[in-house]
């Protein structure tokens, strides 16, 4: 696919990059590359091939949720300078 001037200007609009005219050349026979590798890779053959989340075999690397007792509220609120029943109160700093 023959990558034109038009083109890359319109690429360079939606990634809102501004590109020298002097540069404009050299990019488009760079994403003309880009795009002649990307006819390689579609020419494969991939039907017997599984799709992959990662390239290493991941399962779950989180740990699982464990329900804990939290800490004790009137403690934590007990030195505050401000406080109703369930949280620091603190100055209005935005209108």
């Known amino acids: 696919m023959k990558i034109t001037e038009e083109m890359v200007d319109y690429v ?12 404009k050349g050299p990019m ?3 994403l003309e590359k880009i795009v002649s590798y990307m006819d390689v890779l579609n020419g494969l053959d991939t039907s017997g091939i599984e799709p992959l989340s990662h390239v290493f075999p991941l399962k779950n690397v989180l740990r699982e949720d464990a329900v804990a007792p939290s800490f004790d509220r009137d403690a934590l609120l007990k030195g505050s300078m401000g406080r109703d029943e369930e949280a620091f109160l603190v100055p209005k700093t935005v209108e």
């Open 12 to 23: 360079s609009v939606l990634s809102r990059l501004k590109l020298p005219e002097e540069e």
């Open 28 to 30: 488009a026979a760079e």
